[in-house]
């Protein structure tokens, strides 16, 4: 098969939460057991940083593995979903896996898939795990794909574990309380391996505490541990936070040697290590258009309050969500003398623009409805002067029919 059908292969005949949500959720670990030792168990050929959390923990995994690059590391990155090619979840030193690999990977194992009936989340772990043994990476960032404690990354024992923070989002999976959702991320913490939290919370502290206790596990908050003050070239002011979780990793790295300055150069060429796109993205400047990923409650609520602190004539949204979202905490946090272009992202989870339509009219949101994304940034583009400013997002989908 070349690339393209290999891709068609996978996403037509694996389940993916992306796609098709709740269904594509495999509550277990025994398939990503089975296969991992189908493939001589590569997931313990090399070291590696764990990283889970609500929202933060794709910023968070792209700001470490930048750090290691620069402190002279052959850095694997395994993150999800991708935005614009299925390669940018696997990457060493900012390099997506070649398509070559994923073709003859894919051809290698697909009677075991087969046989086996592999989610594609477990496939793709799986495939990552075998690049970064097959590669020999110094160590490997790992991003939790939903939740934890059964999300199949859960199979390593990192060096360190991150949770960035608790807020709800896939609380059919994962629990519709914080501390519920808190055990779920608190699966990721090992047997004498130090957690970081990124963020005190108080209404989860209670469920680290316990299950760190359990684990004899070091518990460390990064708020109340880190006092330095790092500049990032990631924009949005949330990344504040996420830097401190990541400085509280970086001193735990003790078989690492990394520098002050390796740290600040680290921070300061996110984007240009790792190609991490997406986060608060500058998308050009007359009309000055940014885009975020942000699609729960916590994530939106600090990007939507960023957006109204820009300086502009007219706010424009362009705005896409998936289904099973909490419209009724979402929706009333974008102000509602803003201009709107309503759409749904071609993907089968998409939320129809009519149905969001409807549910913004009960929070004083009115605008157009298009039945693309790129259909209503075009015209946003189009109705938008040089003076105002346009935010993309509501959906990492949204995001990258735009980019």
């Known amino acids: 098969m070349t690339y393209q059908e290999t891709l068609d292969w996978m996403f037509g005949q694996l389940p993916m939460y992306q796609q098709k949500g709740k269904v594509a959720f495999n509550a277990k670990l025994n398939g990503i057991k089975q296969f991992t030792a189908h493939l001589h168990n590569p997931e313990t050929k090399f070291k590696s940083i764990h990283v889970a959390g609500t929202n933060g923990k794709g910023s968070s995994s792209h700001m ?33 896996v070649a398509e070559n690999f994923v073709v003859e990977f894919i051809a290698r194992n697909q009677s075991f898939f087969e046989n086996n009936h592999l989610s594609f989340f477990e496939m793709t772990v799986g495939m990552a795990f075998d690049y970064f043994a097959k590669e020999k990476v110094d160590v490997a960032v790992i991003e939790v794909g939903l939740g934890g404690r059964l ?54 502290a209670e469920t680290f505490q316990n299950v760190a206790e359990l684990k004899n596990a070091r518990l460390i908050y990064a708020e109340k541990e880190i006092d330095e003050v790092f500049e990032t070239s990631l924009l949005g002011a949330y990344q504040e936070k996420n830097i401190n979780g990541v400085l509280a990793v970086v001193r735990q790295l003790n078989n690492f040697s990394i520098t002050h300055e390796q740290i600040r150069l680290g921070l300061l060429n996110v984007v240009q290590n790792t190609g991490l796109m997406g986060r608060w993205q500058q998308l050009q400047d007359s009309p000055k258009v940014i885009c ?24 424009f949204f362009v705005l896409g969500f998936v289904k099973g979202k909490d419209l009724n905490a979402i929706l009333p946090l974008f102000p509602k003398e803003a201009e709107y272009y309503f759409t ?43 003076q105002d400013f346009i935010f993309v997002g509501g959906s990492t989908f949204t995001v990258s029919e735009v980019i």
């Open 64 to 96: 470490l593995a930048s750090i290691l690059q620069e402190a002279g590391y052959k850095v694997g990155l395994y993150t999800s979903p991708h935005l614009k090619d299925f390669r940018e979840r696997i990457r060493i030193n900012g390099e997506c």
């Open 151 to 204: 999300d199949s990354t859960n199979i390593i024992t990192p060096e360190v574990s991150l949770i960035t923070n608790i807020g709800f989002d896939h609380t059919d999976m994962l629990g519709d309380t914080l501390p519920k959702i808190a055990f779920e991320k608190a699966g990721i913490i090992k047997e004498n391996v130090t957690v970081v939290i990124s963020e005190f919370q108080r209404e989860t």
């Open 292 to 315: 975020d990923t942000a699609h729960n409650k916590e994530g939106l609520s600090i990007v939507v309050n960023q957006v109204k602190k820009q300086k502009f004539e007219k706010l």
């Open 344 to 386: 749904s992202p071609q993907i089968s989870r998409g939320l129809e623009v009519n149905e969001l339509v409807d549910r913004a009219e009960e929070f004083g949101l009115t605008g157009k409805s298009f039945s693309t994304v790129k259909a209503a940034y075009d015209v946003a583009l189009a109705e938008a002067g040089p």
